[in-house]
């Protein structure tokens, strides 16, 4: 086995569709997957030097971010961080609660503390201002985007990385 895997959802919860993070992360701890620590979290950009845990061969860092024309409500993607560094910037788009992730792993991995590898899953959405509910469109992604990952955790227990050469997704079906 190539190591246990951590994964911290990050958001805000009274922020909309930016608590998509910490319910996915709910939502996965609730799996039971073996040999894997599953945590929410709002401020996350100090939560990936918390635990320097020298077993973790994955860790997994779950976000929102907000929805354009190619990346629709409700859809999702990975990036593999430490193929493509820079993407998580790129879809920052000015939100500072981006910026926190993008710092905490830049810091944590020029410290040593991040694990050979680094996913980042996004599921894109729409509101960000006050609200404890989510968009119809986010709550819709939300099952296909916990069984995506739990899939790709799986498949990554057994020696095999997800395909992720930069954006590797899911788009709903919007023609509804």
């Not at 190619?70 to 993407?87: E, K, L, T």
């Not at 404890?132 to 899939?151: D, K, M, Q, Y």
């Amino acid at each position: 086995m190539p190591g246990s895997v951590r994964i911290v959802g990050c958001g805000r919860s009274s922020l909309g569709d930016d608590r998509a993070g910490l319910v996915v992360a709910e939502r996965l701890l609730g799996l039971g997957m073996p040999d894997t620590v599953v945590t929410g979290d709002e401020v996350p950009g100090a939560a990936f030097m918390m635990e320097q845990d020298k077993d973790v061969g994955l860790l997994i860092v779950v976000d929102a971010a907000p929805a354009d024309d190619s990346r629709p409500a409700g859809s999702f993607a990975r990036i593999d961080y430490r193929q493509h560094p820079d993407m998580l910037g790129a879809r920052s788009q000015g939100s500072t609660h981006t910026l926190d992730v993008e710092v905490g792993l830049r810091l944590a991995d020029s410290l040593g503390a991040l694990p050979g590898q680094v996913w980042i899953y996004v599921i894109f959405g729409t509101q960000f201002d006050r609200g404890l509910e989510l968009t119809p469109a986010v709550e819709n992604g939300i099952a296909p985007f916990v069984e995506r990952i739990a899939a790709d955790v799986r498949s990554w227990r057994k020696g095999n990385t997800p395909s992720a050469g930069g954006w590797a997704g899911h788009r709903p079906d919007i023609s509804r």
